[in-house]
């Protein structure tokens, strides 16, 4: 089989693919794999923000500190949580040397919001509303400059290639060029999120829990998979056929919006003193509550006195899609609804992105690093792809190549042409109603047993096709979160279990 040798192979060119990519020395050949187009990713789909502080006053960091583990239920681990927050400003700083451009005031000042869970405003932003389409422009940008990064769209990872515990690269599909291996002394799983296999979702139609599954398939340890964020305030058009909903930022709260249900109520009050800015566990559940108090299927949002002319400024992207959509900002209740947004859990790191197998990391919405605990804070996820992508680099940077003894014997299945649709659309059904907001031990197990016959025959049928392999990663990765739901059985964060 046609093989690529290199000393570095990344999975996934979103932030904490090509943010690691461009840490690492130049004089290493990097090969990143993505499996639709380099612009396809959930990073840039961020609007928010990144947040970090650039001072290294102590009492700044400490208070970020402080909210990061309230936000995660102090379930974080609280030495990844200080790298986290004691390192953004140096990679935050290093962005910009990539020329990203935040928002700054007249007198060149960086300009911040705040967001769901942050005490203070320390969120940096770019083009308004547009934080991660302005960040991975100029890293694409960046990317193209550098040639020792050779980037293969349109290609698939299958699996690892691993022996005795060690990585030595991924085994390929590719829609032209058919199977081949990427051979090389480290691999880096950035393969974003878990979105597709609920039935609504802010992410891209690309996120379907990847690089879980084909960790999880080699053995590496994954956790804290129960943890799935719902963000609350999706757009909300009952019309809409596709997965993938529009975000409206939480910054738009950040910035004085409110939430008002189908009587009219501003009813935040009733669950939390922070109102609309507590952390998004809190805020969905008790979206989650009041629409089913009320009958219905959303709430609204409500910024209609923040102004026009302010809106247009602050979020013009979000402002120019409801326009679109035939909501004006400042005339008009928007409808919103909480939709899947953020895979808490995933590949078990450390803090300088090791997994448990040797020569694998994993950075990004894949990993599972201990930042975030039972609920990420608002903002942390940019934050976490570049300081971990960065140490990530720094390790590979400071390592010895490894002495090749690998041979690598990966078996072919045929191809068929089977439509896996329908088990898709089942799949997102079922973990939309069994494994959401709200979940019940008869419900996972119900969830399991089905989702389990998904698995099973999956297995048994084997198909060398992309589409094959995304069924069965989702299907996978949706047990693992099953699993990982029964497990724990009482809520904290963004688990939320009644019984
Ligand atoms: C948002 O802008 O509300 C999303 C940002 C995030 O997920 O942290």
Redesign the pocket.
Known sequence: MHQINTDIVIVGAGLAGLYTALNIDSDKRIVIVVKEDLSDTNSRL???GIAGELTINPDNLDAHIKDTLTAGSFLNDENAVRVLVNEAGKNIRRLMDFDVAFDRDDAGNVLLTQ?GGHSTRRILHAGGDSTGRDIMKALRAECKKRPNIQVLENTMALELLHQDNICYGVSCLNGDNGNFLVLADHTVLATGGIGNLYGATTNSTSATGDGIAIAFRAGVAVDHMEFVQF?PTAFHNEYAKHRQKF?I???VRGEGAHLINSEGERFMNKYDERLELAPRDKVSQAIYREMYDTWTDHVYLDARHLGEAFLKQRFPTIYEHLAHEGYRMEHDLIPVSPVE??GVGGIRTDIDGKTTMNRLFANGECASNGVHGANRL??N?LLECIVFGGRIADWINQSAPATPSFQPQVSIHTSHNYNYIPMKTKLGMLMDEYVGIVRTNDGLLLAKQQIGEMEYNLLRHPNNSKYYFEALNMVQTALLIIRGALARETSVGCHYRIN
Do not use: D, I, R
């Open positions: 961020a609007q928010g967001e963000h975000l930022s939480e910054a947004h953020f608002a903002s996820s």
